[in-house]
């Protein structure tokens, strides 16, 4: 998988486990504030998730992990000159070309439903009022409130005042830009339904918080309740945008009557902390180098550079109890093996000149990361050289079989000792 799709998908299982959390225990609490709060920073927390890592790699004693990657290039096959060249699509670039599309389609609709809004707040008088920009239109619309403006009928300001204190509310406490900060993550995970469904909340914890700011006016519940029953026609408006008429009536009653949640109930959310510690082990599993190659760029590599990692706990206990004849992990060693009169980067361009690419991978599109394991022995011969990752028989026979062809090395020196030494070496069979 791409690593794109790969970060894609990681988050998302962190934004869900996020969003499932607040809908079992958090939604019907009365802490409307911070579960806004809560909700966007503990999103975009997930977004930074994906890159902590808990567990580490492992090396085992004997394991050498310095990796010398060498690309083998060829030319695609030759097809004569009538043929049109064959374009190949991996399933990954059909993932990844649906995902962008989808984000792009996300954005295009919020801005197409911009444009709309800002054209009806153009049509209307505009005037300022109690800190805000009140937009009066003569025809019968559903009000909302966008930003610092606050867009109704002109009929309704005359007649129910309380439905401008309640887009007032909105205003006051700036909840369009919880909307705009919520949008890069549905253009990011716009194909996740847990996130269509926690926006919803919190335009409801909106709704929440406006109610609970009328009624803090000195409006009358009662009143104020039969207002909203009188309103919620099933009138249409813009999705961006907070309005009065907001659907889920029946929960924004049952809010203002109900009972202030106990201060306790805040400690829930520490909950969902070794929560997530779990998901992110499950993750980030712990790997073990004889399965995996490192990931060493392969350009690099091929010009020589060699990635060494030393484990001070494992070279202590090898100088503790060294055996001369055992092979010795490459970064271990005080005098690394030489070859051809240079470092081990010359291997990768003597492997480089001698490799060909298998005609039968080669027609089929085959590509990838052999990895081989050798040992340089005491004598500069290279043996025991074995496959530890394949990608196709044909491609992993070629590379062993250039490998085990190697000329002799200059041995590696343990305190000017003659050793054996193990290596880890990718070679990158890649059609350009």
């Not at 991996?90 to 954005?107: C, H, P, V």
Request: hydrophobic letters at 45%.
């Amino acid at each position: 998988m791409s690593p794109l799709l790969l970060y894609i998908a990681r988050a998302g299982l962190y934004l869900s486990l996020l969003h499932v959390f607040y809908l079992l225990l958090m939604r019907r609490t009365t802490f409307f504030r911070l579960n806004r709060v809560l909700l966007l920073l503990g999103s975009y927390l997930c977004l930074l998730l994906p890159f902590v890592r808990l567990r580490t790699v492992s090396v085992p004693l004997g394991q050498a992990i310095e990796a010398v990657a060498v690309q083998a290039g060829v030319a695609a096959p030759a097809i004569g000159a009538a043929d049109s060249p064959s374009v190949s699509i991996s399933w990954q670039e059909i993932f990844l070309a649906l995902y962008l599309a989808g984000a792009l389609l996300t954005f295009v609709l919020f801005v197409v439903s911009a444009m709309k809004m800002q054209r009806l707040i153009r049509s209307g008088v505009q005037t300022e009022r109690e800190g805000c920009s009140l937009v009066l239109l003569e025809s019968e619309v559903p009000s909302f409130s966008w930003g610092r403006k606050v867009v109704m009928s002109r009929k309704d300001f005359l007649h129910s005042p309380a439905i401008f204190t309640h887009e007032l509310m909105h205003v006051q406490r700036h909840h369009s830009l919880d909307l705009l900060l919520f949008l890069p993550l549905q253009c990011l995970f716009w194909w996740n339904p847990l996130l269509w469904v926690t926006r919803e909340e919190l335009r409801l914890l909106h709704e929440y918080e406006a109610d609970e700011g009328v009624l803090q006016k000195g409006i009358d519940a009662t009143q104020y309740q039969l207002l909203l029953v009188l309103k919620a026609v099933g009138e249409e408006r813009f999705s961006l945008a907070s309005g009065f008429q907001h659907a889920k009536l029946k929960n924004r009653i049952s809010m203002m009557t109900k009972t202030s949640s106990s201060g306790w109930i805040r400690l829930g959310y520490l909950a969902l902390i070794p929560v997530l510690a779990a998901f992110m082990f499950a993750c980030n599993p712990g790997k073990n180098n004889k399965a995996q190659a490192p990931a060493e760029d392969a350009e690099e590599a091929a010009a020589g550079k060699q990635v060494i990692a030393a484990d001070e706990a494992s070279e202590a206990a090898v100088n503790a109890g060294e055996n001369e004849k055992e092979a010795i992990p490459y970064q271990l060693i005080e005098q690394k093996p030489g070859f051809n009169g240079g470092d081990a980067g010359e291997f990768s361009k003597w492997v480089n000149g001698q490799i060909k690419y298998p005609e039968q991978a080669k027609m089929e599109g085959i590509q990838g990361r052999v990895v081989l394991q050798f040992t340089v022995g005491e004598d500069g011969q290279v043996r025991d050289a074995k496959v530890l990752r394949g990608v196709h028989d044909a491609l992993d026979a070629e590379a062993l079989r250039v490998v085990s062809a190697s000329p002799k090395w200059e041995p590696g020196r343990n305190k000017g000792k003659a050793v054996s030494v193990i290596y880890t070496f990718p070679v990158v069979f890649k059609i350009q």
